[in-house]
């Protein structure tokens, strides 16, 4: 065999060689991009459940505050947290619509910008819900009334709900802390960036992983 001869034989083996490896890059793109909306179908379906429970919270808050009458107190607090019901509601129903929204035929980067808007986005819904630690005698307020029809601003001891109220103030300083900490400016903090997981879930974590292995692997086929 000449010299000319191997060389076309090695160049139809090498175009070949090519093909097979672009087909294998578009079928494992194809395989994970699946496991990547499965994912995402499961933060919609937990989303889709917390929305309905903020409703049926917000459904029995408003109630209390109607059936409150005079009872200023209770009125307050009912509404007070049915404000952190609505918020919290909203929030899932903007989730969802912006992970049913996401492009999988855009290019990774894209996807992943997509991701790291929805896990920034329940970030902010779930900072926005530590405000409502300081309101600690608000749920106390809430409870009471739900569990035993008892009035507790109307009848327990003054020093006890002075202790609450006290309890509630303790809470400001660490709530602030956390607002200032818990973003993605800081997520080389380990702990900070654990937490931002836990708060996008393990569906969108799990599908952030799913899009870096992509890139990964798209990227060693453009070195190679």
């Given at each position: ?5 191997f ?11 090519d ?32 929305a ?17 009458g ?14 952190f ?6 929030g899932?129903?903007q ?15 894209a ?10 986005h329940?970030l ?21 009334k ?13 020093n006890w ?8 103030v303790a ?33 969108l ?6 899009l ?13």
């Amino acid at each position: 065999m000449e010299l000319e001869d191997f060389k076309t034989i090695w160049g139809a083996y090498d175009k070949k060689l090519d093909k097979a490896l672009q087909y294998n890059a578009v079928a494992v793109r194809a395989l994970t991009l699946g496991k990547v909306q499965s994912a995402l179908r499961r933060f919609m379906t937990v989303r889709m459940v917390e929305a309905v429970l903020a409703f049926i919270v917000i459904s029995f808050l408003s109630g209390m505050a109607l059936d409150a009458g005079a009872e200023w107190g209770i009125m307050a607090s009912a509404l007070t947290l049915c404000l952190f019901a609505v918020v919290g509601l909203v929030g899932c129903v903007q989730q969802m619509v912006l992970a049913a929204r996401v492009d999988y035929a855009a290019p990774i980067p894209a996807l992943q910008k997509n991701l790291i808007a929805l896990e920034s986005h329940a970030l902010g819904f779930a900072r926005f819900a530590l405000l409502s630690f300081p309101l600690y005698l608000a749920y106390i307020v809430v409870i009471f009334k739900a569990l035993w029809n008892i009035n507790i601003l109307a009848t327990a001891d003054t020093n006890w709900l002075i202790a609450q109220s006290i309890v509630g103030v303790a809470f400001v300083p660490p709530v602030i802390w956390l607002w200032r900490t818990v973003n993605h400016r800081n997520i080389h903090i380990p702990w900070v960036a654990a937490l931002i997981e836990q708060i996008g879930g393990e569906s969108l974590t799990a599908a952030m992983v799913l899009l870096r292995e992509i890139e990964g692997f798209e990227t060693e086929g453009e070195m190679a």
